[in-house]
């Protein structure tokens, strides 16, 4: 039998200073904004009916394919926002799941 391919895993620090794990879903690029984007969820929900996906930028020049090396930066345009979720949405069905 197959073995399923794990998860990339990138460790955040919350604002009061817990670690939590979270599952890459993937990264991307954008030619319009010059930078690439991380969208993932926390660990502890997969399994679950639903998740949380979160969504980062990563700072210009950062390597999409090593996205724990660098500093996640916080989306801020709502153009930015509307772009991620039409990428996210090319990957969900038509009933919100991967």
Do not use: C, H
Not at 7 to 12: F, K, R, S, V
Not at 20 to 25: A, D
């Amino acid at each position: 039998m197959a073995e399923e391919p794990q998860a990339e895993q990138i460790t955040l620090i919350d604002e009061d200073g817990n670690e939590i794990l979270y599952n890459e879903l993937f990264t991307f690029s954008s030619e319009d904004y010059g930078r690439s984007y991380i969208l993932m969820y926390p660990a502890s929900e997969e399994g679950n009916d639903s998740i949380n996906i979160e969504a980062y930028a990563l700072p210009k020049g950062a390597d999409p394919t090593a996205p724990d090396d660098a500093d996640l930066e916080p989306i801020e345009s709502d153009e930015e926002w509307e772009m991620v979720q039409e990428t996210l949405n090319t990957f969900l069905d038509p009933n919100g799941k991967m």
